[in-house]
C-alpha cells in the first residue's frame, strides 16, 4: 500500500543489501512479493548509475520472465522494465540484444494484449526503448503498430484513453518520419474527431490537443487536415477555457499550426481570429499559460511579415514590454523572442513605435541580462531593428551611447557564442553605414586606454571554432574598411596594429567556404586601401 503512493521512500538500489533484498523479492513464489518488486523498482530507479546496477543483477531479465503472471504483476513488470530503461542508451541496448532479444520481441508481442492497460504500458516501454537506443528500434511495420494501438486506445475509457495520446506524442516528438506514418493511419482526423466526441473539460482533451500539436509540428498535410474540420472551432474555444492546461495545450496548438502562413491567410483561424485571444492570455494568472501564448505569438510574427499591422495595432507590443521585465526568465525570453519576430523587416516608423514603447533603457538592461538566452534574443532584436533601416544606428550608438556601451561590454566578456555572434552581426549592420556609424564600431573593437590599444577580443573571435562567429566578424571588417570611404585607410592601419589582419591572413585556407571567401574579400579591400593612399 506504501509503494502505491508517489510519497514513498526511494530506495538505494545500489547499496548491496538493497539489491540483494529487491533479488529476494523478484524470487519469491508470491505474486504479490514480486509486484511490490516491481513497483519499488518503478518507484526508486532514476539514475543512470541504478539503471545499470538493476541491469547488471539480470533484474530487466527477471521482469520479462514474470509477464506470464497475473495481470497486475505484467503491469507492474512492463512499467518497471520502462524504467530501468528509460533514457539509458547502455541498458536499452543490452536489453533489446540479450537472449537474442528475448526481452524486447516479449514486450512487442504484449501490444497485442487483450488488456487495454497492458497495451499502453507495452507501447511505452517501446517508446522508451526507441528513444534509448534507436538503432534497435528501426522495423517500420513495429512503429505503424505502435500508432495504431494508440489510437484505438484513445477509445478506452478512463486513466487509459487519457494517457494514449500523450504516449503517441512522445513518439512522435521531432520525428518527421513518424509524424508522417501517422498521416497515413488517419491521425489527424481520429484524433479530431475524438477531441469533438469529449468535453473540454476532461484530462483527455488536452492530451489530444497536444498530440495534434506535435502532429503540426513538422508536416504541412497535418495543419491543412486540422484546419479543414470543425475542431479548429475547439481550439478557439480552448484558448478562453477556465482550466489553464486547457489553455496551455490550445497555444501549443496554435504554434504549431501558425508555422504555416497559408493558415494565417484565412479562415477559423485567421490571424485576426486568433491574435485578440492570444493578447490577452499575455496577462494571465498562470506563468505556463504566457509563455505558451508567447511561443504561439512568436511564430505568427514570423509568418505575418506583409501584416504585421494587425498585430501592432492588438496592444501586443506593450503586453511583451511589460514581460521583458518580469522576473521569470522565461517571460523575459519568449518576450524578447516574440519582439525580435515583429521587429523583422518592420517599416522605419513602426519601427520606431517599438523602440519608444521599450525604451533604451529597457533594451540596454536586456543586453546585460543575467540569461544568455536572453542577451542573445536581444542583441538579435537589436540586429532587426538596425537591418534595412540606416538611420535606426542612432538608436544604438546615440543616446550617450548606452546601447552600444552595453554590446561592448557582454562582447568584452567573451559570453556565450550565441550572444557573441548577435553582437557582432549589430556591429556588421551598423558598420555598412556612415563614417561616424563606422568610427563608433571602431570604438568598440578597437578602444583606446590612454596611450595605448587593449588588446582586442576580435582576434579571438576570427580564431573561434565557431564559424558563425568567424563569419560574422569577417562581415563586420568587411564594412568597415570597405574602399572608396573616407577614412577606410586609417581603419586598416589600427587594425594591422591590432594584429587583426595578421590574424585573418592566417585563415586564408578556413575550413569553412564561407570565411574562406571573406578573409580573401577583406584582403582585397586591405590592399585596395593602401593602393588608394599612394594616389
Known amino acids: 500500500m506504501i509503494y502505491q503512493s508517489k510519497l514513498a521512500p526511494k530506495f538505494d538500489v545500489n547499496n548491496g543489501k538493497n539489491m540483494d533484498f529487491i533479488l529476494s523479492l523478484l524470487n519469491s513464489e508470491s505474486e504479490n512479493v514480486t509486484e511490490l518488486a516491481a513497483t519499488i523498482i518503478s518507484h526508486s530507479c532514476e539514475?543512470?548509475?541504478?539503471?545499470?546496477?538493476?541491469?547488471?543483477?539480470?533484474?530487466?531479465?527477471?521482469?520479462?520472465?514474470?509477464?506470464?503472471?497475473?495481470?497486475?504483476?505484467?503491469?507492474?513488470?512492463?512499467?518497471?522494465?520502462?524504467?530501468?530503461?528509460?533514457?539509458?542508451?547502455?541498458?536499452?541496448?543490452?536489453?533489446?540484444?540479450?537472449?537474442?532479444?528475448?526481452?524486447?520481441?516479449s514486450v512487442v508481442g504484449l501490444i497485442h494484449d487483450r488488456s487495454p492497460r497492458t497495451r499502453l504500458l507495452a507501447c511505452l516501454c517501446l517508446i522508451a526503448l526507441g528513444h534509448a537506443s534507436p538503432?534497435?528500434?528501426?522495423?517500420?511495420?513495429?512503429?505503424?503498430?505502435?500508432?495504431?494501438?494508440?489510437?484505438?486506445?484513445?477509445?478506452?475509457?478512463?486513466?487509459?484513453?487519457?494517457?494514449?495520446?500523450?504516449?503517441?506524442?512522445?513518439?512522435?516528438?521531432?520525428?518527421?518520419?513518424?509524424?508522417?506514418?501517422?498521416?497515413?493511419?488517419?491521425?489527424?482526423?481520429?484524433?479530431?474527431?475524438?477531441?469533438?466526441a469529449n468535453s473540454l473539460e476532461s484530462r483527455r482533451a488536452v492530451t489530444i490537443l497536444l498530440a495534434l500539436s506535435e502532429l503540426c509540428s513538422k508536416l504541412e498535410e497535418s495543419r491543412s487536415q486540422l484546419m479543414s474540420v470543425e475542431a479548429s472551432t475547439l481550439i478557439l474555444e480552448a484558448l478562453k477555457h477556465d482550466w489553464a492546461d486547457i489553455r496551455v495545450a490550445a497555444c501549443s496548438c496554435l504554434k504549431n499550426i501558425s508555422r504555416s502562413p497559408k493558415v494565417l491567410s484565412g479562415g477559423r483561424l485567421s490571424c485576426d481570429t486568433v491574435i485578440g485571444p492570444l493578447v490577452q492570455l499575455l496577462q494571465d494568472s498562470s506563468t505556463s499559460v504566457q509563455v505558451a501564448a508567447l511561443g504561439a505569438i512568436c511564430n505568427i510574427a514570423v509568418n505575418l511579415t506583409p501584416r504585421k499591422s494587425v498585430l501592432l495595432h492588438s496592444g501586443v507590443v506593450s503586453q511583451l514590454v511589460h514581460l521583458s521585465k518580469s522576473m521569470d526568465p522565461t517571460l523575459r525570453l519568449k518576450s524578447v523572442w516574440a519582439l525580435r519576430n515583429i521587429m523583422f523587416l518592420l517599416s522605419p516608423k513602426d519601427k520606431d513605435f517599438i523602440v519608444k514603447e521599450l525604451t533604451l533603457s529597457t533594451l540596454s538592461s536586456l543586453i546585460c541580462d543575467s540569461e544568455h538566452f536572453v542577451q542573445e534574443q536581444t542583441l538579435a532584436l537589436v540586429h532587426n531593428l538596425v537591418d534595412g533601416y540606416v538611420d535606426s544606428a542612432n538608436?544604438?550608438?546615440?543616446?550617450?551611447?548606452?546601447?552600444?556601451?552595453?554590446?561592448?561590454?557582454?562582447?568584452?566578456?567573451?559570453?556565450?557564442?550565441?550572444v557573441c555572434i548577435q553582437?557582432?552581426?549589430?556591429?556588421?549592420?551598423?558598420?555598412?553605414?556612415?563614417?561616424?556609424?563606422?568610427?563608433?564600431?571602431?570604438?568598440?573593437?578597437?578602444?583606446?586606454?590612454?596611450?595605448?590599444?587593449?588588446?582586442?577580443?576580435?582576434?579571438?573571435?576570427?580564431?573561434?571554432?565557431?564559424?558563425?562567429?568567424?563569419?560574422?566578424?569577417?562581415?563586420?571588417?568587411?564594412?568597415?574598411?570597405?574602399?572608396?570611404?573616407?577614412?577606410?585607410?586609417?581603419?586598416?592601419?589600427r587594425l594591422q596594429n591590432a594584429g587583426v589582419i595578421l590574424q585573418v591572413k592566417s585563415m586564408i585556407n578556413d575550413p569553412c567556404l564561407d570565411c574562406k571567401l571573406r578573409v580573401r574579400m577583406v584582403l582585397e579591400h586591405c590592399v585596395d586601401n593602401a593602393d588608394d593612399c599612394f594616389m
Open 135 to 196: 538503432c534497435h528500434f528501426q522495423d517500420k511495420q513495429i512503429k505503424t503498430k505502435l500508432i495504431m494501438v494508440l489510437l484505438e486506445l484513445i477509445e478506452e475509457p478512463g486513466q487509459v484513453g487519457d494517457e494514449a495520446p500523450l504516449a503517441l506524442t512522445t513518439l512522435m516528438k521531432d520525428s518527421l518520419e513518424l509524424q508522417k506514418q501517422a498521416l497515413t493511419t488517419s491521425a489527424v482526423e481520429k484524433l479530431s474527431n475524438h477531441l469533438l
Open 395 to 418: 538608436y544604438v550608438i546615440g543616446e550617450d551611447g548606452m546601447v552600444i556601451d552595453a554590446i561592448a561590454r557582454q562582447l568584452n566578456n567573451a559570453s556565450a557564442p550565441g
Open 47 to 105: 539514475n543512470s548509475s541504478e539503471q545499470l546496477s538493476l541491469c547488471s543483477a539480470g533484474v530487466p531479465q527477471k521482469l520479462v520472465s514474470l509477464f506470464g503472471g497475473s495481470m497486475n504483476l505484467r503491469d507492474a513488470c512492463l512499467d518497471s522494465v520502462t524504467a530501468v530503461i528509460r533514457n539509458n542508451r547502455e541498458v536499452a541496448s543490452r536489453f533489446a540484444s540479450t537472449d537474442h532479444g528475448k526481452g524486447f520481441r
Open 423 to 493: 553582437g557582432m552581426f549589430v556591429l556588421a549592420n551598423i558598420a555598412a553605414g556612415n563614417e561616424m556609424n563606422k568610427e563608433a564600431v571602431m570604438n568598440v573593437l578597437l578602444p583606446h586606454r590612454a596611450d595605448r590599444v587593449r588588446p582586442s577580443f576580435v582576434v579571438n573571435f576570427l580564431q573561434s571554432k565557431d564559424k558563425q562567429l568567424r563569419v560574422a566578424t569577417l562581415w563586420c571588417l568587411l564594412n568597415l574598411i570597405y574602399p572608396k570611404c573616407e577614412a577606410s585607410s586609417g581603419r586598416v592601419v
